[in-house]
């Protein structure tokens, strides 16, 4: 059986590194199904080291089944070393996104001589955007959690309601789940719905004008991210010219994604389309990002993005506009990208 701690250990060669140093709580799951908290793991050639201290020692021996536990007492950093040296490691990979200046201070006191390290960035990340069926599985429950989310918050949309007001029922929605919210929402009507990470206020939502609500729910470690737009009365004309645009754009998108294709070329479709309709200097951010265990993970699908697109990945596709004063409007989907092309995962209609 190909665990992800052997495929961790097949990037060891290109990276010229004996072993890897991950201290990321969230990969250190990914990499062992232990829900980490203030320890580290260490990955060896053979084998790998979840050192932690005597708090949560006896839920990681457990817990954790391809990794030894080791406690540590005085110091985190002496017992990473002292252990990479008894296994021999003369060069230990770091992902430095992930290790503090002090960490850094700290770790090359205790390896004076012994150990070297080189730098081995988003390593996991690359493993972890690329999701299996298990992890799909997870996404696609809590899609259709935020799917009914949505259409529970429906029927309380009135005219007079706050956008307060429309969060509490919200959370009486995800408490009735027994789930959490992925991210605090975003519930912006009218002028507020300008901004793209608008806060959530005492603002009435009236008839007439767009409200956005941006949602992602989160389900046994894995996330789900959706925006929708809900209208009040009959939409204005330039409203809905402008939604119709944005959906536009957002196919063509999907009709780009497949394996092989750069993650910028999807960018550039959506804000192609939006660039000859006029709306493409409203468009400020990325078109997209990855969603799994983090909301905001690999792959990015920006203007800049390196990433090829691979089968596996399951990324977000949501074009938006905003009209500083007057109102934005955003529509945001989770895409699967499959052998041939893409599906949508999540209900776009």
């Known amino acids: 059986m190909i665990t992800r701690l052997s495929l961790l250990r097949t990037s060891f060669p290109s990276l010229k590194i004996d072993a890897l140093l991950v201290t990321n709580d969230i990969n250190i799951r990914y990499l062992t199904g232990f829900p980490a908290s203030e320890s580290w793991l260490l990955v060896t050639a053979k084998k790998a080291f979840y050192i932690t201290d ?24 002496q017992t990473t070393l002292d252990v990479a040296k008894g296994e021999k490691v003369k060069v230990l990979g770091l992902d430095e996104r992930h290790v503090s200046a002090y960490a850094m201070r700290r770790l090359k006191v205790f390896a004076k001589n012994g150990v070297k390290f080189r730098p081995a960035d988003s390593v996991v990340e690359a493993l972890r955007s690329i999701k299996d069926e298990g992890e799909l599985a997870l996404i696609r429950k809590a899609i259709k959690i935020n799917t009914q989310g949505f259409q529970y918050i429906h029927s309380f949309i009135k005219p007079g309601v706050t956008e307060r007001g429309l969060l509490l029922k919200l959370e009486d929605f995800v408490r009735a789940q027994k789930v959490a919210f992925a991210f605090p929402p975003i519930i912006a009507s009218g002028v507020n719905a300008a901004f793209p990470h608008a806060r959530v206020s005492e603002r009435k939502v009236r008839r007439g004008e767009p409200l956005l609500i941006d949602l992602g729910i989160r389900l046994d470690g894995y996330n789900s991210d959706l925006t929708r737009m809900f209208f009040l009365g009959t939409m204005a004309h330039s409203l809905g010219k402008v939604l119709s645009l944005i959906r536009g754009a957002q196919e063509e998108a999907f009709k780009v994604i497949r394996p092989g294709i750069e993650a910028k070329a999807v960018d550039a479709a959506a804000r192609g389309y939006l660039e000859k309709h006029g709306l493409a200097k409203y468009f400020g951010h990325s078109l997209g990002h990855g969603v799994g265990q983090d909301v905001h993970e690999d792959p990015r699908i920006s203007s800049k993005s390196g990433v090829i697109l691979q089968e596996g990945m ?36």
């Open 54 to 77: 005597f708090r949560y020692v006896l839920d990681a021996k457990k817990g954790i089944k391809e990794a030894q536990v080791v406690q540590y007492s005085n110091s985190l950093f």
């Open 314 to 349: 399951v990324f977000t596709v949501e074009p938006g506009v905003y009209f500083p004063g007057k109102y934005g409007i955003r529509l945001e989907d989770m895409v699967l990208v499959t052998k041939t092309g893409c599906e949508v995962l999540s209900d776009h209609n």
